[in-house]
């Protein structure tokens, strides 16, 4: 699932590829420029000018964009273009308890630890700094989530892993949007991963629990401010 991930956002953060249909281009240029902020929410987006970008007819366009107008990133306005909606609080509040429930519940079960767990945290934690000290925020982003669902997956659960896969776009947004917003956040975000995976290496369930809590409500608060403003 995470590998997949990252690799889906390495290619469609450069140019769409060619072999692919017209409207899975654009649709794949819009979506990402809105999960990397790219494109901001509020911003009005036009048929000619996403056609110009891609290199495509309008009407792949308008195809693209009603699929990710039903994915709840994008409003269509007939004659005016697509409004990429902002994030909400209510949408802030949604995926933050829906990632405590599972979040915490995974971290719960990874005691004791899945054989090849701790060295798989570790190497996206590791992955995570290098982006960081590159300063390659999308792809921290990307790095952070897989951290988060690597730890879901190991509970074995495919459909709490499916339910937890379906929150991946709204995840990579909020978590670029605040990295964005409180860029001292970044290294902070890396040290919170730390005490995860030291909680888990240690067999310690509720430490590793606790730690999850304070890392994954910390979102809430920082976005919650933001979107008041």
Same mark, same amino acid.
């Given at each position: 699932?995470?590998?997949?991930?990252?690799?889906?956002?390495?290619?469609? $953060?450069?140019?769409?590829?060619?072999?692919?249909?017209?409207? *899975?281009?654009?649709?794949?240029?819009?979506?990402?420029?809105? !999960?990397?902020?790219?494109?901001?929410?509020?911003?009005?987006?036009?048929?000619?000018?996403?056609?110009?970008?891609?290199?495509?007819?309008?009407?792949?366009?308008? *195809?693209?964009? =009603?699929?990710?107008?039903?994915?709840?990133?994008? #409003?269509?306005?007939? #004659? #005016?273009?697509?409004?990429? =909606?902002?994030?909400?609080?209510?949408?802030?509040?949604?995926?933050?308890?829906?990632?405590?429930?599972? %979040?915490?519940?995974?971290?719960?079960?990874?005691?004791?630890?899945?054989?090849?767990?701790? %060295?798989?945290?570790? %190497?996206?934690?590791?992955?995570?700094?290098?982006?960081?000290?590159?300063?390659? !925020?999308?792809?921290?982003?990307?790095?952070?989530?897989?951290?988060?669902?690597? !730890?879901? *997956?190991?509970?074995?659960?495919?459909?709490?892993?499916?339910?937890?896969?379906?929150?991946?776009?709204?995840?990579?947004?909020?978590?670029?949007?605040?990295?964005?917003?409180?860029?001292?956040?970044?290294?902070?975000?890396? $040290? *919170?991963?730390? %005490?995860?995976?030291?909680?888990?290496?240690?067999?310690?369930?509720?430490?590793?629990?606790?730690?999850?809590?304070?890392?994954?409500?910390?979102?809430?608060?920082?976005?919650?401010?933001?979107?008041?403003?």
């Amino acid at each position: 699932m995470c590998p997949a991930a990252a690799a889906a956002h390495t290619s469609s $953060a450069a140019s769409p590829a060619r072999g692919q249909p017209a409207a *899975e281009r654009v649709y794949r240029h819009v979506k990402q420029a809105v !999960l990397d902020r790219r494109y901001e929410g509020g911003e009005l987006l036009t048929e000619g000018e996403l056609a110009e970008a891609v290199g495509v007819s309008r009407t792949p366009v308008r *195809e693209a964009l =009603l699929r990710l107008e039903v994915e709840g990133l994008l #409003k269509l306005y007939p #004659k #005016k273009g697509a409004l990429v =909606l902002p994030v909400s609080a209510q949408e802030i509040a949604d995926v933050v308890e829906t990632r405590l429930l599972v %979040e915490e519940h995974a971290a719960r079960r990874a005691v004791p630890v899945p054989a090849g767990l701790v %060295e798989r945290l570790t %190497e996206l934690l590791e992955r995570q700094k290098q982006q960081a000290a590159a300063g390659d !925020l999308a792809q921290v982003a990307v790095t952070d989530r897989c951290f988060h669902a690597t !730890l879901v *997956e190991a509970t074995g659960n495919r459909i709490l892993t499916r339910l937890y896969d379906q929150l991946r776009d709204r995840q990579l947004r909020m978590g670029v949007a605040v990295m964005h917003a409180h860029p001292e956040r970044v290294e902070r975000n890396i $040290a *919170e991963h730390g %005490e995860i995976l030291r909680a888990l290496q240690d067999g310690d369930a509720d430490a590793a629990v606790a730690a999850v809590h304070r890392h994954v409500s910390s979102v809430r608060r920082l976005l919650h401010g933001d979107a008041a403003r």
